[in-house]
């Protein structure tokens, strides 16, 4: 996380740090793995965005532009993969049970985000129910569905 910091307060090390870990990572696994399923001619990656990805109230500055990147290169992937064979979805999750702690660094952001997230943020997912929806995308159930970010929110995202 990003401790909810406005990019007035994003320094490089944090930038760099949320981005190694969100948009690195997942590219470079991707990258890893897109030969081994265009031998097979088949395959299907869940890419885990956010639903900072989704809208600009969920998060700071540098995890929110991470998971929209997240979205951008899940979508990219499904337009330049799909005619192959393969598939590429990502889930957006709102609150989700997990040992990650998410603080108020940041006063503005407290008092701008503050008020909103009380209003609207529904009650936190389990592992389970996270995993219930990636399980979906991977399994032939979802065979027809490619660059699909699905909300799996409880709802936030209907607000």
Do not use: C
Not at 45 to 64: I, K
Not at 100 to 110: D, E, K, M, P
């Amino acid at each position: 996380m990003d401790n909810f910091a406005p990019i007035h307060e994003v320094d490089d090390d944090l930038w760099d740090r949320v981005f190694r870990i969100n948009v690195t990572a997942l590219m470079r696994l991707t990258r890893a793995v897109v030969p081994l399923m265009l031998d097979a001619g088949t395959g299907s990656v869940v890419n885990v965005a956010s639903e900072a990805g989704l809208r600009g109230s969920a998060a700071g500055a540098a995890y929110t532009a991470s998971k929209h990147a997240v979205v951008g290169l899940t979508k990219n992937s499904a337009v330049m993969y799909g005619p192959r064979g393969l598939r590429f979805n990502a889930v957006a999750p709102g609150p989700t049970i997990t040992n990650i702690v998410a603080t108020w660094g940041s006063q503005l952001a407290a008092e701008r985000l503050g008020p909103l997230m009380q209003a609207t943020v529904p009650i936190p997912a389990t592992a389970s129910q996270l995993a219930a929806s990636i399980t979906f995308l991977l399994s032939d159930d979802g065979t027809n569905i490619n660059g699909t970010i699905l909300a799996s929110d409880g709802g936030w995202s209907a607000l």
